[in-house]
């Protein structure tokens, strides 16, 4: 049973990623915002900002531009699995012996893969722009490790929002918030600099701890408990949306 699941997922993820490399565009496009941004803020604005520590202000702000790099690439995953509902192709597989999660999986891996390679893509013209990691090679690894999780629970958010949107534009819109969401936090300032109120949220949400264990393992420095609560976060968010995304997708096909 477990081998029929794993081909069924492994043609299904060959099928989108064919998809997306007739269309690079797409990745293209998804790495172009946070290129934009990292040019914005690094040339414009990273001047004026005061980040409180000796390192240059890339280094800082790099661990931000990698989540909205994911933010931005997973409204695709929910524009794609709309575009199979809308076709017909989540009817077809039912006719077919296709292990049932196999299709919501390989949606998601293919989200993986794809935001590796943005990603890749930014930390590329990070190292132009003048980004420097004392990281080593665990520390790399970390760093995969918490980027791939934070894809997989965006990815599960953006199947259930796939699922359930009535428009195209509903399918992506909801990653909106979610790439607004780094301005908040630490990812572009202290939150010591931040009013009250927008502070004690900025220090509360999930993204700040993902910002501060990610650029602690960027500088070779000890991550403290960030990481913990980065994982409970991640997990979290995970979880929720994985049985969020599988409820819906039984009702839909059941």
Known sequence: MTTHV??????????????????????????????????LFVYVLGGAIDTG???????????????????????????????DLQG?????????????SSVLWAHVLTSVVANLVSIAIVIGVGLILGFR??????????????MVLFTLALTWLAVVAGLSAKTVDGASAFSYPLIFLP???????????????????????????????????FAGQPVGSDIWIALAWLVGILIVAYVWANSIYKRKFS
């Not at 293209?28 to 990292?38: D, E, K, N, R």
């Not at 009250?196 to 264990?213: K, M």
């Open 6 to 39: 794993l081909g069924d997922t492994g043609v299904l993820t060959g099928r989108s990623l064919r998809h997306i490399l007739r269309s690079p565009d797409t990745i293209i496009t998804t790495a172009v915002t946070p290129i934009a941004l990292m040019l």
């Open 53 to 83: 520590s000796d390192e240059s202000y890339i280094d800082y702000m790099l661990p931000g531009i990698l989540l909205i790099t994911i933010a931005s690439g997973i409204a695709y995953t929910s524009y794609r699995l709309f575009l």
């Open 88 to 100: 017909g192709i989540f009817e077809r597989f039912q006719s077919m012996p296709i292990a049932r």
């Open 133 to 146: 990691t004392g990281a080593d090679l665990g520390a790399w690894l970390a760093v995969a490790g918490i």
């Open 183 to 217: 301005f908040i936090s630490s990812a572009f300032v202290p939150t010591e600099s931040m009013p009250g109120p927008v502070a004690w949220f900025a220090e509360n949400q999930p993204v700040t701890s993902i910002v501060d264990t990610t650029r602690a393992l």
